[in-house]
């Protein structure tokens, strides 16, 4: 069974950097891709970018200058770097199993990981 | 501003069949496939149907998805009190080289 679990602060300062990670276990990284996507408090989902287990990946042009996603395959995880954060970057971010072009979607998701961005 | 346009709530009651629709345009839904997406309240969001109109195992058939030119839809039949959630549809967008998600449609079961 498939399960993703992300891990990182809850709370991040103005202008910092929010780095999380998503731990794989019952199955592999290889030969997928995997995404982030977020959900600000109440509002709709947005996808932020999503990265083949070999390194190619697409970013959401809105953000694409101040995210990184990687992977990491000796450890079954990926991760996201989001950069110069303001309070409109508060939300909850999921990370999921998919998002390449014509693939099955975004199949399996973590539970999800609030993020606040405060002073 | 979503490049997708979905009602912002729907509602029926138990036994109905409910209709959420989806618009967009050629970049995205009319060249490519749909997805849609069930969020159950406090929960995380789940895979309903890919590639237009396929069911992941383990969603009911009460479940069904349909497209023409650049406009998609999710009925649902038979519905059910646990049919209460919000619905996304989520196309990939050839202009922006990325996944777009509708607004939402928050389903509710008088």
């Known amino acids: 069974q498939v399960q993703l679990q992300e891990s990182g602060p809850g709370l991040v300062k103005p202008s910092e950097t929010l780095s999380l990670t998503c731990t794989l276990s019952g199955g592999s990284i290889v030969s997928y891709y995997w995404s982030w996507i977020r959900q600000p408090p109440g509002k709709g989902l947005e996808w932020i970018g999503s990265m083949y287990y070999s390194g190619s990946s697409n970013y959401n042009p809105s953000l694409k200058s101040r995210v990184t996603i990687s992977v990491d395959t000796s450890k079954n995880q990926f991760s996201l770097k989001l950069t110069s954060l303001t309070a409109a970057d508060t939300a909850v971010y999921y990370c999921?199993?998919?998002?390449?072009?014509?693939?099955?979607?975004?199949?399996?998701w973590g539970q999800g990981s609030l993020v606040t961005v405060s002073s | 501003q979503s490049v997708l346009t979905q009602p912002p709530s729907a509602s029926g009651t138990p036994g109905q069949r409910v209709t959420i629709s989806c618009s967009g345009s050629?970049?995205?839904?009319?060249?490519?496939?749909v997805y849609w997406y069930q969020q159950l309240p406090g929960t995380a969001p789940k895979l309903l149907i890919y590639r237009d109109n396929q069911r992941p195992s383990g969603v009911p058939d009460r479940f069904s998805g349909s497209k023409s030119g650049t406009s998609a839809s999710l009925a649902i039949s038979e519905l059910q009190s646990e049919d209460e959630a919000d619905y996304y549809c989520a196309p990939w967008d050839d202009s922006l080289r990325g996944w777009v998600f509708g607004g939402g449609t928050k389903l509710t079961v008088l």
């Open positions: 999921a199993r998919g998002g390449g072009y014509s693939s099955s979607g975004f199949d399996y």
């Open positions: 050629s970049s995205n839904i009319g060249n490519n496939y």
